[in-house]
């Protein structure tokens, strides 16, 4: 008998179950099913499994050795909500499934302090994350990440994170509460916890970019991690925690008007989704509503309030990877592309497959190594193809994971963020004035 299984029996589960009429249109839009070519690598297989561990027609054993190694295979990407005619919710189901198979299995004592020190001691930490970039910068900088990586020596799980760990440069917040522009409109800055230790640079140049277009961005200092790699490891409990934590930082003396900004395309649709994740929490849902309604990803947020474009020229042919989660969950398409093409003597090349996900998947390219760097392969050939200088990112997963796919790939290309580009041609419509 498998364990905890009601959250996979209850009627909304299998009615969103039922919704999925077994088409395939979904196939070839799932990077799993491309790779192997195995239905129970696509959404289709995998909701059929779901379907059988929700009716109880599987033995725990099945669902271990089984059913599990395809749930985790998914990089629940959501490439297959996008190509579904039938609305599948599909996000939800995985990560139900995924919830039940961690209750249902027992980790290894080298994976439980990994989760211990990432999960409980860093991510919920911001300040603790950037004591460890710091040190992390002086791994690099003195020469010790190059023999590390050329001796090759580490285990399989910490050779994977070092390899996403990009060049530090730290241009950290010096407190909480940053504010800049203070005569503007309000935003409340999400930092995040990854993106401010380890790709600073980038909230930096958010912060710019925004005070630029007029607006006064305040960081709450008490927000914590999003909780989104909680989700993807079933820790359900730890994720509902920082969703409670983060609510209370931001919503504590929110105005009328005030919106809630993250740079992070996966940040941002966990910050969308608190009110499904705290559903069953009568004393916060209401609260998770009111947060979820003031989100918006700084590309939504700069395609309505880009009062001040900018003008400095960036000659360089340019390409754009969706984040999986921009574009598949929160469904913005269009606005990073308006961005980039709004930047003069940027030559924009649209990849052939911009959809399908580059392999990071929040911590699937630590978790499912090998399968992530196939897929990061085909998304670095399709970079080759498109002949671009700098590739623009919007999500922090993404933004490590190709600046990595760059490096052992050999391409001369630049990752940069979109706000880093942006804050760029202000950079140099600012030079150009001076000179």
């Not at 909480?176 to 995040?192: A, D, I, K, Y």
Request: overall charge neutral.
């Amino acid at each position: 008998m498998i364990q905890n299984l009601t959250l996979l029996q209850s009627p909304e589960y299998k009615h969103k179950l039922n919704q999925c009429i077994h088409c395939g249109l979904c196939l070839q839009a799932c990077p799993t099913y491309l790779q192997f070519g195995t239905e129970m690598d696509s959404p289709r297989g995998r909701i059929t499994l779901m379907r059988a561990v929700s009716e109880e027609r599987v033995s725990l054993q099945d669902f271990q050795e089984s059913i599990g190694p395809h749930i985790n295979l998914c990089l629940a990407c959501r490439s297959c909500e996008t190509a579904c005619p039938s609305g599948v919710h599909y996000g939800e189901l995985v990560e139900a499934a995924r919830i039940v198979l961690e209750q249902n299995r027992q980790p290894g004592l080298g994976e439980r302090m990994l989760r211990q020190v990432g999960l409980e001691w860093l991510m919920p930490h911001p300040r603790r994350l950037v004591f460890m970039a710091r040190l992390l910068k002086m791994y690099q900088v003195i020469g010790l990440q190059a023999l590390v990586r050329k001796l090759n020596f580490l285990p399989q799980a910490l050779r994977a994170m070092e390899a996403i760990l990009p060049p530090i440069q730290t241009q950290f917040q010096s407190s909480g509460g940053l504010w800049t522009n203070e005569t503007g409109n309000r935003v409340l800055f999400f930092t995040g916890c990854i993106q401010e230790a380890f790709l600073s640079p980038v909230n930096r140049a958010t912060e710019r970019v925004l005070a630029r277009n007029g607006l006064a961005v305040h960081a709450p200092a008490d927000q914590t991690c999003c909780g989104a790699a909680h989700l993807h490891l079933g820790d359900t409990e730890g994720a509902r925690r920082l969703a409670r934590q983060n609510i209370d930082a931001f919503l504590s003396g929110c105005q009328d008007g005030d919106v809630i900004v993250t740079n992070a395309g996966g940040c941002g649709l966990s910050l969308k989704e608190y009110p499904h994740l705290l559903s069953d929490d009568p004393q916060y849902v209401g609260r998770a509503r009111e947060f979820a309604n003031r989100v918006r990803d700084v590309n939504e947020l700069l395609a309505e309030v880009m009062h001040n474009p900018p003008h400095g020229e960036v000659k360089a042919r340019v390409t754009y990877a969706d984040s999986c989660h921009l574009r598949h969950g929160q469904k913005v398409i269009r606005q990073p592309r308006d961005l980039v093409q709004a930047v003069p003597g940027v030559e924009f090349i649209e990849l052939r497959s911009p959809e399908m996900c580059c392999g990071s998947a929040g911590v699937y390219n630590i978790a499912q190594a090998e399968t992530a760097e196939k897929i990061l392969q085909a998304k670095m050939d399709d970079v080759r193809e498109s002949g671009a200088e700098i590739l623009v990112t919007t999500n922090t997963g993404c933004h490590m994971q190709l600046i990595a796919g760059v490096r052992k790939s050999g391409l001369p290309v630049q990752v940069m963020h979109i706000v880093e580009l942006l804050d760029l041609s202000y950079a140099n419509e600012k030079a150009g004035q001076d000179g």
